[in-house]
């Protein structure tokens, strides 16, 4: 076990990427027909598709909340240590 404990961010990064990853999966989906001639999904299919960039937008903003936290603690700490 890690004595880390979770950032701000930690939760946006996993949701980010569950998002992304169903966008992935979605956006497989969407060119699947028209590789092998087969018939075009519904529109639905082609909003879902839109999940990647926003999962990915997602874990972003995810990381640049932990970054900020870690600068935070590490001002805080030499803040601390000099005075």
Known sequence: MSD???GPGDV???VGG???GIGMLSVI???V???FDLARLPSFAYWM?????LGLLVAL???FADARAGTRRRRAREAAAAG
């Open 4 to 6: 880390r404990s979770d």
């Open 12 to 14: 946006l990064v996993r």
């Open 18 to 20: 569950l998002v992304f």
């Open 29 to 31: 989906a969407v060119f």
């Open 33 to 35: 027909p028209y590789v």
């Open 49 to 53: 598709a839109m999940l990647m960039p």
């Open 61 to 63: 903003g995810g990381l």
